[in-house]
């Protein structure tokens, strides 16, 4: 089975009722834990990998990792999609390598250049087939090298904005933000929001900075010599209701970072005298599946895997876009 595109994987996410998690990765160990976790839920899956990650595993390790996977799991729909894109150079670096889906993240500019450099990114994509998400709104806390200050997203202006740029589907900004330390008290989100942007946009929306934080994974990290006090993320709860309102992209990455660091920390104190790779990335990886199978169960992406026919890019240009 060929990648897929975002576009059909959220189109057949917003049919069936239920949302896709995106999942960052950094190494294989991630991969694998989460491509299982979709294996045995029988889940569609997003990969996703941000510049940082890109420059991390360097751009053909990542991209032959992803193709082992679809190889491997040929009964899962599997989208590799850029995370945060700066700008068109990047997106054409991914496209190039085979990324079936980009994000570009203008956000932090004006509405009206945040437009324009979005339409450029989607008019250069969609000739190639592949899907573009865009945002609007600033999230909080830090990605890659930008510091947001939350701004949350207007539902008009997102009309506006999609109609403008053409985009496939829209992060929203509804009070989250990126890593650990989300809230300093009760979360406060503004998911009420969530259904009007959909009504005006008609477009799959993503929630970005929506990992949970697991505390029980929090308690293991602190357990065994690590240093996390108060961190705290969105509960499952609010994530459904979004999913209800429109949401069917959720974008997950500190709970893996997290469920990795948490197990790695349990046998580096339990067991001092280990010191082969394999004997904790093996159990990291393992843990990370079940966190990850967990979110396919909530965000009720199991079952859903064989729902489809993945497009190719060369069809979903045709089918999508009429080029
Ligand atoms: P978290 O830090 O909540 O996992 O958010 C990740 C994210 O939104 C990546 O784009």
Redo the contacts with the bound molecule.
């Keep these: 089975m060929p990648l897929a595109t975002l576009k059909q994987v959220l189109d057949e996410a917003k049919k069936g009722h239920y949302a896709v998690g995106a999942y960052?990765i950094n190494n294989m160990e991630q991969l694998q834990g989460i491509v299982n976790a979709a294996a045995q839920t029988k889940s569609p899956v997003i990969i996703?990998a941000?510049r940082g990650a890109i420059k991390y595993t360097e751009m053909n390790y990542l991209v032959h990792l992803i193709k082992a996977a679809t190889e491997l799991h040929p009964e899962i729909p599997i989208v590799l999609h850029l995370?945060?894109g700066d700008n068109l150079e990047t997106v054409k670096k991914c496209v190039e390598a085979g990324f079936t889906s980009v994000m570009i993240d203008a956000s932090h500019h004006p509405f009206e250049e945040n437009v324009r450099i979005t339409k450029e990114v989607v008019d250069y994509a969609h000739q190639f087939g592949v899907s573009v998400e865009a945002e609007l709104g600033t999230l909080g806390?830090v990605?890659e090298d930008i510091t947001g200050t939350v701004k949350l997203t207007d539902p008009d202006q997102a009309k506006l904005f999609v109609e403008q740029t053409g985009v496939d589907c829209l992060a929203v900004a509804i009070g989250?933000s990126?890593?650990?330390y989300?809230f300093k008290a009760e979360p406060v989100l503004a998911t009420d929001l969530i259904p009007t942007i959909y009504e005006k946009t008609q477009k799959p929306l993503v929630m970005?900075?929506?990992?949970s934080v697991p505390q029980d994974i929090l308690a293991q990290i602190n357990k065994f010599g690590g240093q996390m006090p108060a961190a705290q993320?969105?509960p499952i709860a609010p994530l459904q209701k979004a999913i209800e309102g429109g949401v069917a992209k959720i974008?997950?990455?500190?709970?893996s970072r997290m469920c990795m660091t948490g197990t790695i920390r349990q046998i580096f104190h339990e067991q001092p005298t280990k010191f082969d790779p394999r004997e904790y990335l093996g159990p990291a990886r393992e843990a990370t599946t079940k966190m990850i199978a967990e979110r396919m169960q909530a965000f009720k992406t199991a079952g859903h895997a064989g729902d489809y026919k993945v497009l190719s890019l060369e069809e979903a240009k045709k089918q999508y876009y009429g080029l």
Excluded: F, I
């Design positions: 960052n996703q941000s995370d945060h806390g990605e989250t990126h890593g650990a989300k970005h900075g929506s990992s993320g969105v974008n997950v990455d500190t709970d």
